[in-house]
């Protein structure tokens, strides 16, 4: 099986090279990125050692380089992940956001259907739903309602993909996940920011009144559904999938558990001035995914978040390493005005 993930140098796509590399040792894989300011060599090194994954660094809208990987490449299955990310980047400016987001993802889909891609799964978003009240949560059904630049292009690809589908009869599926968090997460969204700045005795810049509630899913569990998904799930089909109850939680109480976790002190929390449009509540309905694939959130929150802790303080020199520079810039640049 010739497997390609882009946005392998990223957070999600390592931790899915690295998912995939155990679970399925006779794949070959192939890392596509462009190693933007998100992409970090570094979270593959240790599977780059084998000859079962390569590496290529490659724009995805660039349509020449990836119709010649495709034709080359051969590929049964695509796992597509590589996109710009942040919300907070996407209020600063949101043109690569489209670029990428947008027309890289139909760049791919026109590679992919030129050379007979078997499968492709488009990984997408529960910030395509937008936000929530106190109760309910997003189904697959839910109408697309995305308030960020980041989550408008996002919901873009994702229709892309579904038409696509529809119109060429591709096989894809679009998967929507909750937030994620664990190994190699990039140091500017909440957790990893948290945790680190907590380490560096720096204050934790809390948006609003801190009552944003978000849902927790733990990096590895993310990557089973992926492959479940790839495996097992439809062509034109959205799958949701989202943490545990106990994982669904206001920001202020995920900042409470990291710094107990790190016995510092609760001074660090410094109100900050709102995320514009900040949504207040995802909830992610994932009893299609467990239904028709067979697949639960596994990891409880507290394991994961500990687990997620001891890593960070294991690999400083990664972070450290990010933290300087182009980083300080954008963080001076996002923090400034906040009050
Ligand atoms: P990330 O920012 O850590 O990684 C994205 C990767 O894409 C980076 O390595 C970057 O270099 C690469 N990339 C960016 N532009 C590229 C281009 N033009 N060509 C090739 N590579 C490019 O993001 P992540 O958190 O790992 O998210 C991965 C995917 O999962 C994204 O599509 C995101 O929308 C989706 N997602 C993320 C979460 C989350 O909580 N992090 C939750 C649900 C869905
Ligand atoms: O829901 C899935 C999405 O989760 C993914 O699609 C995105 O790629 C990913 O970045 C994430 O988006 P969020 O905006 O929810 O994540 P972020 O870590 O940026 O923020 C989480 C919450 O914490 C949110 O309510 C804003 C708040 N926050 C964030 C930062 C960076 C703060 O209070 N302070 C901060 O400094």
Redesign the pocket.
Known sequence: MKVLV??A?????SNLVHFLAQERPDWQITA?????Y??NLKNLSSVLDSKRVSFVK????DDKAMRRLFEEGKFDLVFH??????VDRSIMSSFEFVR?NVL?TQVLLDAARAHGVGRFVH????EVYGSLGPTGAFVETTPLDPTSPYAAS?AASDLMVLAACKTHNFNASVTR????YGPFH?PE?LIPLFITNAMEGKKLPLYGDGMNVRSWLYVTDHCDALLRVAEKGTAGEVYNIGGSEDAELPNREVTFAILDMLGKSRDLIQPVGDRPAHDRRYAIDHSKITRDLGWTPRTPFKVGLEQTVTWYLENRSWWEEIKSGAYLSYYEKNYANRG
């Open positions: 882009t946005g140098a990223g957070f999600i796509g596509l990125d462009l190693l933007t998100a992409g490659l724009d995805i809208a992940l590589a996109a710009e990310s942040h990428t890289g990984i997408s978003t529960d996002k996940c909750t937030n994620n990039f969204k």
